[in-house]
């Protein structure tokens, strides 16, 4: 097997429990593994700001690491708390979603290029979506009678949704758009081509690192490219069939401390 010199995680579900921290029997291996040389990124669906703090409690601020948002849409340097690399959904394809949406009345949370800001077209708020937890910025309702979209944006979510369903279908069909939805209906939409493996590719080409000397664990649609493409890709228990079908080794769940136990197997060689 190639050396191992980067470890992509992604966060919920993988690294964290879904919408918690980093479980804390991960938090040491993974500082473990940075003390030793090896990279380590979160490589997450998740917006940037609210999820910087789980990236502090592992220390990758100070072994000046990125951070992958959005579904590799973002990519964030940590230690100098600035945006390096971007592709946007240009806000004329944020007005078709939007106007999509209102036809076969999905519920839509987009995050605008303005990392304070969400565009929405209901109250997350008094529905207590669950993306609340993690976003504590303004959120602007879309009203298609007023001025047009100012901002491009970098991830929409819809919600209750199947691959089949009619939205989703004239989506992928009649636009040029990335769509991965999750065991609990989420769509996560993207501009084209970008996944969490595109913000991994820029990330190792800055650091000189072949993707075969990368390891990758995830859980879900969005980390399926991701796994299926780089030289380790760890399927977590609790992962969807089909990120498991590609993946070279399926851990625990993530609550019993998957992410620690592969980190412990192939880098730093020690049983836990």
Same mark, same amino acid.
């Given at each position: 097997?190639?050396?191992?010199?980067?470890?992509? =995680?992604?966060?919920?579900?993988?690294?964290?429990?879904?919408?918690?921290?980093?479980? @804390?029997?991960?938090?040491?291996? &993974?500082?473990? +593994?940075?003390?030793?040389?090896?990279?380590?990124?979160?490589?997450?669906?998740?917006?940037?700001?609210?999820?910087l703090q789980e990236a502090l409690k592992v220390k990758?601020?100070?072994?000046?690491?990125?951070?992958?948002?959005?579904?590799?849409?973002? &990519?964030?340097?940590?230690?100098?708390?600035?945006?390096? $690399?971007?592709? @946007?959904?240009?806000?004329? @394809?944020?007005?078709? *979603?939007?106007?999509?949406?209102?036809? $076969?009345?999905?519920?839509?949370?987009?995050?605008?290029?303005?990392? @304070?800001?969400? &565009?929405? #077209?209901?109250?997350? *708020?008094?529905?207590?979506?669950?993306?609340? /937890?993690?976003?504590?910025?303004?959120?602007?309702?879309?009203?298609? #009678? #007023?001025?047009?979209?100012?901002?491009?944006?970098?991830?929409?979510?819809?919600?209750? =949704? +199947?691959?089949? $369903?009619?939205?989703v279908v004239a989506l992928t069909e009649g636009h040029?758009?990335?769509?991965?939805?999750?065991? #609990?209906?989420?769509?996560? *939409?993207?501009?084209?081509?970008?996944?969490?493996?595109?913000?991994?590719?820029?990330?190792?080409?800055?650091?000189? &690192?072949?993707?075969?000397?990368?390891?990758?664990?995830?859980?879900?649609?969005?980390?399926? $490219?991701?796994?299926?493409?780089?030289?380790?890709?760890?399927?977590?228990?609790?992962?969807?069939?089909?990120?498991?079908? *590609?993946?070279?080794? /399926?851990?625990?769940?993530?609550?019993?401390?998957?992410?620690?136990?592969?980190?412990?197997?192939?880098?730093?060689?020690?049983?836990?």
């Open positions: 097997m190639n050396k191992i010199e980067l470890v992509a =995680l992604d966060m919920d579900g993988t690294a964290c429990v879904f919408q918690e921290g980093v479980l @804390t029997e991960n938090i040491d291996p &993974i500082i473990a +593994t940075q003390a030793k040389g090896v990279k380590v990124v979160f490589a997450t669906g998740r917006p940037i700001l609210t999820s990758m601020d100070y072994y000046h690491q990125y951070f992958i948002g959005f579904n590799g849409a973002c &990519i964030y340097d940590i230690k100098n708390n600035q945006i390096v $690399h971007e592709q @946007t959904i240009p806000s004329a @394809t944020l007005e078709v *979603i939007f106007a999509l949406a209102a036809k $076969h009345q999905i519920k839509i949370w987009c995050y605008t290029n303005d990392l @304070t800001k969400v &565009i929405v #077209n209901f109250d997350p *708020i008094l529905e207590a979506n669950t993306e609340c /937890v993690f976003f504590n910025g303004e959120f602007e309702q879309y009203n298609p #009678n #007023n001025a047009l979209i100012s901002e491009d944006g970098y991830k929409c979510l819809g919600f209750d =949704l +199947t691959d089949d $369903h009619p939205f040029n758009i990335e769509i991965a939805i999750d065991k #609990n209906g989420v769509a996560e *939409i993207n501009a084209p081509g970008i996944n969490k493996l595109l913000g991994l590719r820029w990330v190792t080409e800055e650091w000189g &690192i072949e993707l075969e000397n990368v390891m990758a664990m995830g859980d879900s649609m969005n980390d399926y $490219h991701m796994l299926k493409n780089v030289g380790v890709g760890i399927a977590m228990g609790n992962a969807q069939d089909a990120v498991k079908a *590609i993946a070279k080794e /399926v851990t625990s769940d993530a609550k019993d401390g998957g992410v620690a136990k592969m980190l412990n197997k192939y880098i730093l060689n020690s049983e836990i």
